[in-house]
């Protein structure tokens, strides 16, 4: 089982999709979380970074989501940090996100203790988005 840590920029990237979206995004979460062996069709790790891509394909549109890990190798990872997201729309988006990616990573790198805030939102974020299901709300 893995630990996800979310960012700010990820954050606002999930306010802007659809409930249909979110709960499919939810879904792969969930499968990043608990499957050890994660299948190249939902994950893929970005050559020459340290980057991996989570795809989501709904409704004729791909939202991609970028994170790191914090491990060589996913299997081994215990660790997830969801960095950002956008919609694809061409394969220029990738170097502006990927750059975007790597200023959140050494932002986080420089500073420990927004990491630790970020852990405590996230915790919460996720049991209000869990009490939201649950109670049928977000459907």
Same mark, same amino acid.
């Given at each position: 089982?893995?630990?996800?840590?979310?960012?700010? #920029?990820?954050?606002?990237?999930?306010?802007?999709?659809?409930?249909?979206?979110?709960?499919?995004?939810?879904?792969?979460?969930?499968?990043?979380?608990?499957?050890?062996?994660?299948?190249?069709?939902?994950?893929?790790?970005? #050559?020459?970074?340290?980057?991996?891509?989570?795809?989501?394909?709904?409704?004729? #549109?791909?939202?991609?989501?970028?994170?790191?890990?914090?491990?060589?190798?996913?299997?081994?990872?215990?660790?997830?940090?969801?960095?950002?997201?956008?919609?694809?729309?061409?394969?220029?988006?990738?170097?502006?996100?990927?750059?975007?990616?790597?200023?959140?990573?050494?932002?986080?790198?420089?500073?420990?203790?927004?990491?630790?805030?970020?852990?405590?939102?996230?915790? #919460?974020?996720?049991?209000?988005?869990?009490?939201?299901?649950?109670?049928?709300?977000?459907?």
């Amino acid at each position: 089982m893995r630990t996800l840590i979310t960012t700010p #920029e990820y954050l606002d990237f999930i306010s802007t999709l659809s409930e249909k979206v979110k709960i499919k995004i939810d879904y792969i979460t969930d499968i990043l979380i608990q499957s050890p062996v994660i299948n190249t069709k939902i994950v893929k790790k970005l #050559e020459n970074t340290d980057l991996y891509e989570m795809r989501i394909s709904l409704d004729n #549109e791909y939202r991609v989501i970028l994170f790191s890990i914090n491990h060589p190798n996913i299997i081994q990872a215990t660790q997830i940090l969801m960095l950002n997201g956008f919609i694809k729309k061409s394969t220029k988006d990738y170097k502006a996100q990927i750059d975007i990616a790597n200023k959140i990573l050494q932002r986080l790198s420089n500073d420990p203790e927004e990491d630790d805030k970020q852990k405590e939102d996230n915790n #919460e974020t996720k049991d209000q988005n869990n009490d939201t299901l649950q109670n049928g709300d977000g459907k």
